[in-house]
């Protein structure tokens, strides 16, 4: 009986020593722990936070696969390669997206956009395989037909009138590209990956520094891509803590096309809006604020066949030339309109944060790394400025 | 006995009004209660509306009998005692017929739904004004003619028009609800609206005799004071049984779920008993992973399902997931049941499609358009189009970084214990332990989503 009791005290103690034991041990952890996240939150100071912004195909995705391209090792093989299945459902996306529109516009002019009657067996063909769930790879004879159907007076007559299906900008680029798509031993370029279109969900971030040829570049930025459609923006807010400098995408040549998720609503007054609402959030009080004016190249082959004033935002421009000065006068007309909307939206306690505009074409690998060259200077002169240097 | 009766203030009438008011006090505390006391969270738009319009309906009726039928006694009159004001403009068209248009509009929308299989082509706030229309211009034209004597009484030839506008409407609505009566209903709707209006018809046509005696016999005083003790009784009756019995869940709120129902399920699916919905078998197969596989293949399978969709979600991108499995529910329900298919596709319309939903999807305008203009809400493939666009969605924006994750490293090893546990536990005859969905779980990103 007292042996019981005596084991049951030691067992007792035992279990207490243990338990203590336990204890530092957890407190040791904790602690380990705790200096983690303290180192982790010093090394995140130096991480400067950059957020792509913009309404839907404004082609933040696209600058943020020219960043990884740049600034971190690009692409290898396999990543390429994951492209094809993209490249060739914008392929066959396209092309239903060009045949249904035809025959819907055909209800109301015959004449123009009629397809030939040989070529309508290939497009119901096409059409079914465009809404099948996983299309085919795209072969010799597929690409054979829809070149034919490509080829077509109503399907290029639609294309003209393309503003008004949902029609991707990188269907010319894919469609004149076709007999090397539909290559057995198709790998994409890298221009190919850049015109590849993805709409976007949820958030993608990558981690680069911009180090220059001459390296002295030190700053880490971490780069954050949103899907930019409405049900999309809601996620957006909580990205919106501790951001150096929000880079806003707008599409200059999107000022007569309509919203991807409400065809009722002008794509260049979603993004005025928007752009409006990301301005006077109260999270972006000190942020910097990067406004790329994109698709300058679609802007440039567009702007002097469709007027600007299609767009109510731009209803009182007046064209004063032609050729390479009219699109001049037309690029300088919306920057106004932007730079005019940002002191609007800016209360006066925040004139001091950074503003700046920038002409780009996401497409373009060398204008892309220029733009960020100077992005990277004034960030960093603004850190200076800050830090009581300048 | 007789200058009461003419000047008010009857010892039955302080009784008719005492009653009304403490049945106007049970309503309030009807609505006011569960939310109060068990915190139900308030419900949004419509469900709100509809029940506190009718409660400013019911204290109008309420009112606007006391004011015109003379039941107290003022000393002066003031200009706020009219009889057009009361008697006509609170008693009609902001009482009977308010209470009354409410409902109408809910037998309405169920009607459409379930009928009809579509969406109702009028929303509820256009469609109400709309059929209160009538009564506003009846108070008009009564304004107008003024055929009210000084005891607010207009006379057989106005009483009967008058009278039938008021039956007319409940015959509006008994007409609805028998349109819908052959339809099974989930969550008891259609009882509750039949109780309502058996109640309401009974106590309607007690009201209505009392009402001609009221009018009519201005000279007979022990009737005087009679009828309008009876008249007020009723209708206190009318506005708690027609809010009690089923108003406090309006049509809205009827059709979605958890409020009525004692047990509140985590989805759709468990509410309407869709086999294997929203649970982890313990002994459902370790599922072989095949990345080449596609996509829309992999999701079939529920583990899978669940792994992926923590990995979307820890991408802020996982309400197409949830959508995915929503739809997969609601095509395990079989095609002859069409009542159920409604309720789960009115369900994921509301949850996933209109815009602004507390889920919406990515999906195009086309798409969007197609499901809500639909002409049947219980057909097959009415989701199809949406779903081939947010699973090629997910292909290329999830597909490829999940395969790295750490979602997937553990999801694979878990396959591996599940397969070594599952031969142990073959033996013993396990009850499937319910699994909460992450939909309405504390980590879902979309509830501190912020109305923009």
């Known amino acids: ?390 | 006995m007789a200058s009461c009766a003419v000047e008010g203030g009857c010892a039955s009438d302080y009784l008719a009004v005492a009653i009304s008011a403490v049945c106007f006090i049970l309503l309030l505390s009807r609505v006011i209660l569960p939310f109060a006391v068990l915190k139900i969270p308030l419900p949004k738009r419509s469900s709100f509306w509809i029940p506190v319009i009718q409660i400013y309906a019911s204290l109008n009726l309420l009112l606007s009998l006391v004011m015109s039928l003379t039941f107290l006694k003022f000393k002066k009159t003031y200009w706020w005692h009219s009889c057009y004001f009361w008697g006509v403009w609170i008693e009609a068209p902001l009482g009977f017929g308010l209470l009354l248009s409410c409902r109408i509009s809910q037998a309405f929308q169920l009607y459409y739904i379930f009928v009809k299989r579509c969406l109702p082509p009028i929303r509820s706030y256009i469609f109400l004004p709309l059929i209160l229309m009538p009564w506003i211009a009846g108070a008009a034209f009564i304004q107008i003619k003024r055929p009210l004597n000084n005891r607010c009484h207009m006379g057989i030839q106005w009483t009967i028009p008058v009278m039938s506008l008021h039956t007319l409407y409940v015959a509006i609505l008994v007409g609805f609800t028998g349109a819908i009566w052959h339809i099974e209903f989930r969550f008891d709707e259609l009882r509750d609206l039949w109780r309502g209006i058996l109640v309401s018809a009974f106590s309607i046509g007690v009201w209505v005799v009392a009402y001609f005696l009221n009018e009519i016999h201005e000279d007979i005083s022990y009737l005087q004071v009679a009828s309008r003790f009876v008249l007020l009784v009723m209708a206190s009756i009318l506005v708690l049984a027609f809010f009690s019995i089923s108003s406090s869940q309006p049509l809205l709120s009827q059709i979605s779920l958890r409020k009525r129902e004692p047990l509140s399920f985590e989805t759709m699916g468990q509410a309407l008993g869709i086999p294997n919905s929203g649970m982890l078998l313990p002994r459902e197969p370790a599922p072989v992973i095949d990345p080449d596989e596609p996509l829309d293949k992999l999701l079939m399978n529920k583990i899978f399902r669940e792994s992926f969709m923590k990995f979307a979600e820890s991408c802020l991108a996982g309400e197409s997931v949830h959508f995915y499995e929503e739809v997969h529910e609601l095509g395990k329900i079989p095609a002859d049941d069409p009542v159920r298919r409604i309720y789960m596709a009115r369900h994921i319309i509301d949850q996933y499609i209109i815009a602004g939903a507390a889920m919406e999807v990515n999906i195009s305008h086309r798409s969007r358009q197609a499901i809500l203009t639909t002409s049947n809400l219980a057909q097959p493939n009415l989701f199809h189009d949406a779903l081939n666009e947010l699973i090629q969605l997910m292909k290329t924006n999830l597909a490829k970084d999940f395969w790295s994750s750490m979602y997937f490293t553990k999801f694979k090893e878990e396959a591996t214990t599940r397969s070594h546990e599952l031969k142990q536990m073959t033996r013993w005859n396990h009850s499937p332990t319910p699994r909460l969905s992450s939909a309405h779980g504390v980590d879902d990103p979309f509830h501190q989503e912020q109305e923009s």
């Open chain 1, 1 to 390: 009986m007292l042996s019981i009791l005596i084991e049951n005290m030691g067992l007792l103690c035992s279990r207490n020593k243990h338990y203590n034991e336990e204890d530092n041990e957890e407190n040791a952890q904790t602690a380990e722990i705790e200096r983690r996240i303290e180192q982790e939150t010093k090394a995140e100071k130096h991480i400067q936070k950059l957020l792509l912004l913009g309404a839907g195909e404004s082609g933040k995705s696209t600058i943020f696969k020219q960043i990884k391209l740049l600034f971190q090792t690009g692409f290898d093989e396999s990543e390429l390669k994951s492209y094809i299945s993209v490249i060739h459902a914008n392929v066959y996306q396209t092309i239903k997206v060009l045949y249904d529109g035809s025959k819907e516009l055909a209800q109301n002019d015959r004449e123009t956009f009629e397809i030939s009657s040989e070529n309508k067996e290939i497009g119901e063909k096409l059409s079914t395989i465009g809404s099948r769930l996983d299309y085919p790879r795209l072969t010799k004879e597929l690409a054979q037909d829809i070149e034919t159907l490509w080829k077509d007076a109503a399907i290029q007559e639609t294309c003209a009138r393309g503003n008004e299906l949902q029609v991707p900008d990188c269907a010319h680029y894919f469609m004149e590209n076709l007999q090397r798509l539909a290559d057995p031993d198709y790998v994409p370029t890298k221009e190919d990956v850049l015109h590849a279109r993805v709409r976007t969900t949820g958030v993608v971030e990558i981690q680069f520094s911009p180090v220059g040829e001459n390296k002295r570049s030190g700053e880490v930025y971490r780069l954050f891509d949103v899907g930019g459609q409405r049900n999309e923006r809601r996620k957006w807010i909580h990205l919106f803590e501790g951001v150096t400098a929000v880079i806003f995408c707008a599409a200059l040549s999107e000022y007569d096309q309509t919203l991807f998720e409400d065809e009722s609503k002008n794509r260049m007054m979603e993004t005025k809006e928007l752009f409006e609402w990301v301005l006077k959030q109260p999270c972006f009080e000190k942020t910097s604020f990067m406004l790329f004016l994109n698709k300058f190249d679609i802007f440039e082959n567009k702007v002097l066949n469709a007027p600007l004033n299609a767009c109510e935002w731009f209803k009182d421009y007046q064209p004063v030339s032609t050729g390479k000065q009219e699109i001049e006068h037309a690029y300088e007309y919306v920057k106004k309109k932007f730079e005019e909307l940002y002191f609007q939206s800016t209360a006066p306690d925040r004139v001091d944060r950074v503003f700046k505009i920038y002409k780009t074409t996401a497409l373009d690998q060398k204008l892309v790394k220029k733009t960020f060259k100077l992005v990277d200077e004034t960030l960093r002169r603004r850190n200076l400025f800050e830090a009581g240097l300048l």
